[in-house]
């Protein structure tokens, strides 16, 4: 089983509409998580970080589930420039490797 | 403020030829990764520096791969005898410290002709 698992898509998203979808992690001492996006051809960049049980910024919404080991994002109001890949990233513990996940590509229509 | 920086941008070389990829990260930044991406695929992990600690060289996939951080800052990611798989692109991060948010570097894309 992988350390970060995640869907990899892709979901077609219209655009206006809300879309979501979840990351799980198999280390339950994990204890940091992350969500980057990553554009085609181009580096990561840090979306957001999900220290506690969850937080927003404006139209993402990032939440952690410890019991059940999966972080979620949600996007509402989607643009076209939210197409992307997400990629979901979790620390697990004071050593620094982070694992990174597959990630999940999401492509939003006009 | 200046952000991780990675060079040469492209670089083509003949399969048996060394390389030398260098990243500058973000200053003040302790901790140090490098990452390889290959078309399509997620990022595979190579090494990371912590500080004055010893690397952890635990994703180099052979010893044809090296990599140095002189004075904590400046990383140096060496492949020895280049072979057609080592196509990629490389990449290095930065972070504040060890477990935090890492921030990329815009890649070094390596084609072994």
């Known amino acids: 089983r992988k350390e970060v698992e995640q869907d990899p898509g892709p979901f077609n998203v219209p655009e206006g509409a809300t879309v979501a979808f979840n990351c799980t992690y198999s280390n339950s001492a994990s204890q940091s998580f992350f969500w980057y996006r990553q554009d085609c051809r181009k580096e990561p960049k840090l979306l957001m970080s999900?220290?506690?049980s969850g937080n927003e910024d404006g139209r993402f919404t990032a939440q952690l589930n410890r019991a059940s080991q999966y972080i979620s994002l949600l996007i509402r109001d989607s643009k076209l420039s939210d197409s992307a890949t997400y990629l979901c990233v979790v620390n697990h513990g004071s050593w620094g490797k982070l694992q990174f996940g597959a990630g999940t590509q999401v492509v939003v229509t006009p | 403020g200046a952000g991780v920086s990675q060079s040469p941008s492209n670089k083509v070389t003949e399969k048996g030829k060394d390389v030398e990829l260098r990243c500058d990260p973000i200053?003040?930044?302790?901790?140090l990764y490098w990452y390889r991406q290959s078309l399509g695929q997620g990022l595979e992990f190579l090494i990371y520096?912590?500080?004055?600690?010893?690397?952890?060289k635990s994703g180099l996939p052979s010893d044809r791969f090296s990599a140095e951080r002189t004075g904590g800052s400046v990383s140096t990611l060496t492949i020895q005898r280049t072979q057609q798989e080592d196509s990629a692109v490389y990449l290095c991060?930065?972070?504040?410290?060890?477990?935090?948010?890492?921030?990329f570097g815009p890649g070094t894309r390596l084609t072994v002709l």
């Open positions: 520096f912590q500080g004055n600690s010893a690397p952890d």
């Open positions: 999900v220290y506690s």
């Open positions: 200053s003040g930044h302790t901790a």
């Open positions: 991060a930065s972070s504040p410290r060890a477990g935090l948010e890492q921030f």
